[in-house]
């Protein structure tokens, strides 16, 4: 009884703050709000708004989207993120000031950052034109163009992540006790034999968890979207994150929204959950114990 | 020591009376108004003993922030700021209250101008008297018009340039090279200013007859025209830059990078402070269309879930049928009236017969002739939205036809509601 009297304070946030709006916004997601008539009237009608949305060729583009966005930000990301932190585990004098440059975008709020980014990347008078301009590259319409805002906004979040990410790569590099490099050293190990069998397996469980958190957090990305392009330029941002914002708070819609979220909430599970399986302990390649 | 505390705790609590005898509403207004209105906000509370606590939003916040409240029927909202068009879905949806009883001693029509009540109307009843109007004119710099060999824009109506004239002027003027572009909307991709051009080839406002449904209205010849107008000025011929804001528009005129500006009589005295040589006409129209401008602005409603409506209608009412209210909007802030006895100031005073004084004039003129009022639907800010993402679209180079096609679809889908 007393473990589960420790474990209650924790159970019931977790219950009233997490579960409990899950299932509001699937329960809302089954009503229907009509005006018809002059009067509000809020109707249950099952999965309706899901069959509206499955019609809809909006939710399936931006479905296309997110799918898209999730496959290259997170590998990039977590990419970065390891690459940083290896670097940052070098020996120098400097590795102080180093490590705190790398730090910089932690403290700077994603909105400020997207709003100078979106400055910098403006097409008419942006930084950015100007220094590849030196180059002899032309202007690039970076956030008006189809081709280029997904990318940009890639960008943006990748600047302001990856530091965030390494973090936790680094705590878990620090963790790797140094024997075991000295004697994949004595074995005649190349650096590149020391990252893949000493390395990632000892930092499998640090990879595992960046990737969950990671992959989360870029689901709900969303405030570029809403600083620099409203899902412009041709939807071509529009996640559902936003299309589900954008239905809620711009159109009123909100069986429409909440559908969009709770799709979005089911597709983040199953993610995670495939995330889980291929990448937990039982699939380790070797161990180094 | 006892006797100390008890008389602190008795004048705490009497104060505390005395403060909640005092009523207390709550005003949602866009930021631009608060400077211009808290004087009369001031002079309310000293005549009525009616305390009230003004909020401030940039537009779009606003927008979202009455959504927000409306959605949870919060009874701590009593007067809202509402954009002339919103009439009929804020109506709808309950969330503000006719007005007329409010106004039963007086006649509205001596008042107001007959736009303001129209836009402020539902189904025949009045929801939202007008705070002002808007209209729209043409900007243009003197010295790159000579530049360029063009002649200048007129105010007089048989000689209204058209949008023709301004491209083929704008053209020359453009020079990308020095960051000078021929011409510039100044509400970049809003329906508001844009609905100028499929009106005015013949494609009326977008919305059907009866407000739930724009099917065919969206995507008929005169809206096509419109919308390969608008991709034109920015793909093609690129007299008009991307990337630049609704924000930034009046700025890059100011500074001499634009040749022609069509814009709000509201920028008038932007340029006060700059070297800027500029005049001012009529607004275009095509060739062998009909003219028309944008118009209406901002109502003031009664939250309709306020448990104050009647102090709450007090300043509305205030604040609204004030000739003097308006015309200090007038004089201040170049804004265009609603209210009679400011459009008379206007038509009056010698001052607004000479430039720049003549902006109030020719507005107000624009406004009473040719004033194409925005769709009328209560699916509007649906609408708005997603008209706005369109030509937004086209603007960054989206083919007019497909986009202004899924534009009618997407808006049909959430008519749904209403219908």
């Given at each position: ?76 990301q977590i990419a970065m993120s390891l690459g940083l932190a290896l670097l ?202 | ?58 537009f779009r916040d606003l927008l979202a922030t009455i959504e927000v409240r ?146 065919g209205c969206l995507t008929n010849d005169g809206w096509m025209k419109a ?193």
């Amino acid at each position: 009884m007393v473990p589960y009297l420790f474990l209650a304070p924790a159970l019931i946030g977790t219950i009233a703050f997490k579960l409990y709006p899950i299932f509001i916004g699937f329960w809302e997601s089954l009503i229907y709000t009509s005006f018809s008539g002059g009067a509000e009237k809020r109707i249950f009608v099952w999965f309706e708004n899901y069959q509206y949305l499955f019609d809809d060729k909006i939710f399936w583009k931006s479905l296309e989207i997110t799918a898209f966005l999730t496959i290259i930000i997170n590998p990039l990301q977590i990419a970065m993120s390891l690459g940083l932190a290896l670097l940052l585990m070098r020996k120098s004098k400097f590795i102080r000031i180093i490590r705190s440059l790398y730090l910089l975008p932690i403290g700077i709020a994603l909105p400020i950052a997207t709003i100078i980014w979106g400055l910098m990347l403006d097409p008419n008078q942006g930084l950015i034109n100007g220094l590849i301009g030196v180059f002899g590259i032309p202007p690039q319409p970076f956030l008006v163009s189809e081709n280029q805002a997904l990318w940009c906004i890639i960008a943006i979040a990748t600047w302001k992540g990856v530091a965030f990410w390494m973090l936790f790569l680094l705590a878990g590099l620090e963790d790797i006790p140094k024997q075991y490099y000295e004697a994949a050293e004595i074995d005649g190990a190349t650096p590149f034999q020391k990252f893949r069998y000493v390395t990632i397996p000892q930092l499998k469980r640090t990879i595992l968890f960046v990737f969950v958190a990671d992959t989360a957090a870029n689901f709900v990305l969303m405030v570029p979207m809403i600083i620099l392009t409203k899902g412009g330029p041709l939807q071509s941002t529009n996640v559902l994150i936003y299309e589900g914002y954008r239905s809620g708070f711009y159109y009123q819609d909100w069986g429409r929204s909440l559908s969009i979220i709770t799709i979005l909430t089911v597709i983040t599970l199953i993610v995670i959950g495939l995330q889980l399986l291929f990448l937990s302990e039982k699939n380790e390649g070797i161990k180094v114990k | 020591m006892k006797k100390i505390l008890a008389s602190l705790c008795t004048i705490f609590l009497f104060s505390n009376i005395v403060t909640s005898a005092k009523a207390e509403i709550n005003f949602l207004i866009g930021t631009w108004a608060e400077e211009p209105l808290t004087p009369f906000v001031e002079a309310f509370e000293k005549e009525t003993g009616i305390e009230v606590n003004i909020q401030t939003f940039p537009f779009r916040d606003l927008l979202a922030t009455i959504e927000v409240r409306g959605n949870a029927q919060a009874d701590d909202v009593d007067v809202i700021f509402v954009d002339a068009p919103l009439v009929p879905s804020y109506a709808v949806r309950g969330m503000i209250g006719p007005m007329d009883e409010y106004f039963a001693d007086t006649s509205v029509n001596a008042i107001f101008a007959p736009a303001g009540i129209a836009a402020a109307s539902w189904n025949g009843e009045m929801y939202a008297p007008p705070l002002n109007n808007s209209g729209q004119l043409t900007y243009y710099n003197k010295d790159l018009l000579a530049k360029a060999g063009c002649a200048e824009p007129s105010m007089i109506e048989a000689e209204r340039v058209t949008w023709e004239e301004i491209v083929d002027c704008a053209k020359k003027i453009t020079d990308e090279a020095n960051g000078v572009h021929g011409f510039i909307f100044d509400q970049i991709s809003r329906y508001y200013q844009l609905q100028a051009l499929p009106e005015s080839a013949g494609g009326g406002s977008g919305v059907c007859e009866g407000g739930l449904s724009v099917k065919g209205c969206l995507t008929n010849d005169g809206w096509m025209k419109a919308g390969q107008f608008y991709y034109d000025i920015h793909n093609t011929s690129n007299i008009s830059p991307k990337g630049v804001g609704p924000d930034q528009t009046h700025e890059l005129f100011g500074l001499g990078k634009i040749g022609i500006f069509v814009g709000g009589s509201w920028n008038n005295g932007r340029w006060a402070d700059t070297d800027l040589n500029y005049g001012v006409a009529l607004h275009p129209y095509f060739e062998g269309g009909k003219v028309v401008t944008g118009c209406n602005s901002w109502h003031i409603g009664v939250w309709n879930h306020s448990k104050q409506k009647d102090d709450a209608a007090k300043l509305v009412r205030y604040l609204t049928a004030s000739p003097d209210v308006a015309i200090h909007y007038v004089e201040e802030h170049n804004s265009l009236p609603a209210h009679n006895s400011a459009i008379l100031h206007v038509a009056e005073d010698p001052k607004f017969n000479n430039f720049p004084g003549i902006v109030m004039n020719l507005a107000t003129y624009e406004s009473a002739n040719h004033c194409a009022t925005r769709g009328r639907t209560p699916g509007f800010l649906e609408f708005e939205e997603i008209v706005n993402t369109s030509f937004e679209d086209i603007r960054n180079g989206g083919d007019p036809a497909s986009v202004l096609a899924d534009a009618e679809s997407r808006i049909e889908s959430s008519m749904r509601r209403y219908k």
